[in-house]
Structure formats: C-alpha cells, structure tokens
T-cell receptor, first 111, second 112 residues
Framework: GNSVTQMEGPVTLSEEAFLTINCTYT??????LFWYVQYPGEGLQLLLK?????DKGSNKGFEATYRKETTSFHLEKGSVQVSDSAVYFC??????????FGGGTRLMVKP | GAGVSQSPRYKVAKRGQDVALRCDPI?????LFWYQQALGQGPEFLTY????????KSGLPSDRFFAERPEGSVSTLKIQRTQQEDSAVYLC??????????FGPGTRLTVL
C-alpha cells in the first residue's frame, strides 16, 4: 500500500535559519507528491507539488525535489521567518483520488 | 470566491448520540473528499464522491459512518452511536475534477 513517513517534530529554529523537513514515501507506480501547510487556526493549504521524478516544486521560498531513487521529497527553505511557524504535511496521490498523508511536522520559528 | 465551508466548526456529543457534519464545496467542483484527522496525526481518507456518486468508501472505519451527496453539491457525513474514538477533526476537500484538493477548516468533534 501507500505510505508517507516524515520527521517528527517539533522543529524549533531561529529566524533566518535553514530548514529541512524530511519526507520519504512508499508507493507502487508514479505518485504525485505534495507538501501541505496548516497555520494555527486555519485549514490545510497546498504549499507545493511535483508530479514526476526530478521535478522541483517551489512556493514562498520553499522547495522540494521529487527523488524517485531515494523515494524522498524533502522540504527546504533557506531562511525561515516567524510567520512560517505551522504544521507541515507531506502527502502523495497514487493514481487514485485520495491523498495519503504523513503524520505532520510542527515548525516553530523564534525571533 | 468562497472556499470550502464546513459546519458546525465544533461539535460536542455524548457517547451514543448521532451527529451530522456538513460540507459546502467550492461551486462547480465535481470531486468531494472526507478525511479524519486524529489529534497530532495526519489526515486519513474516509470517502470520495464524484458528483452524487460515492465512488470510494474504503476508509470509513465502521458501518456507523455514512456519507451522502444527493445533489452533487453539499455533502453530509453522519456518524451514528458516536464513541470516544470518533473524536477527531473531520476535514472536507473539493476539487474541480482530479486535481488540486481545496480543504475546508474542519469540524472538531469531541465525544464525551
């Protein structure tokens, strides 16, 4: 079956630090990969996506590259801000309709 | 335009009560999804509609859970004889067809 594993949090960083949140997946075939973000008190929002191997998704300074050889889709940002504090979810869609999510990683950025 | 809306935002039920959760998708969106998110975990798929047809209900945890979308727009998730393990946030998402899913704010259900 399909599964997504992401690093447990919380991840606590100082403002302007470099961020990496690891995500690996298990799936047959060629899934599409996503990062969703959930800000406090808000619903899930799509942050970025990649639909095939070696694609790089990017948005708001965040990036993730679809690595089929390592079945990974790690989220990175060069310089985090306090406003990036949120819970981040890695997810996949494997030729079906539903999304399979990881457990979420809480990011806390301190000024 | 309006996003996905859900009501109520919070629901407290006594064990054994029936509850109904409503989802209003984005107008014109064909696909509608329900997910269950337990505290501190990622969302898990419950069921999927394409228009009024329920094409996948493999994620519904028991026959106490029932979902409908009779006119292909608003959807209701009903839970009968609620139990404490049903406490979670229930998320609804819609998409135009089989593309990006837009999520509502969720309904937080607490079963006492």
């Amino acid at each position: 079956g399909n599964s997504v594993t992401q690093m447990e949090g919380p991840v606590t960083l100082s403002e302007e630090a470099f961020l990496t949140i690891n995500c690996t997946y298990t799936a047959t075939g060629y899934p599409s990969l996503f990062w969703y973000v959930q800000y406090p008190g808000e619903g899930l929002q799509l942050l970025l996506k990649a639909t095939k191997a070696d694609d790089k998704g990017s948005n708001k300074g965040f990036e993730a590259t679809y690595r089929k050889e390592t079945t990974s889709f790690h989220l990175e940002k060069g310089s985090v801000q306090v406003s990036d504090s949120a819970v981040y979810f890695c997810a996949l869609n494997n030729a079906g309709n539903m999304l399979t999510f990881g457990g979420g990683t809480r990011l806390m950025v301190k000024p | 335009g309006a996003g996905v809306s859900q009501s109520p935002r919070y629901k407290v039920a006594k064990r054994g009560q029936d509850v109904a959760l409503r989802c209003d998708p984005i107008s014109g969106h064909v696909s509608l999804f329900w997910y269950q998110q337990a505290l501190g975990q990622g969302p898990e798929f419950l069921t999927y509609f394409q228009n009024e047809a329920q094409l996948d209900k493999s994620g519904l945890p028991s026959d106490r859970f029932f979902a409908e979308r009779p006119e292909g727009s608003v959807s209701t998730l009903k839970i009968q004889r609620t139990q404490q393990e049903d406490s979670a946030v229930y998320l609804c998402a819609s998409s135009l067809f089989m593309d990006q899913q837009f999520f509502g704010p969720g309904t937080r259900l607490t079963v006492l």
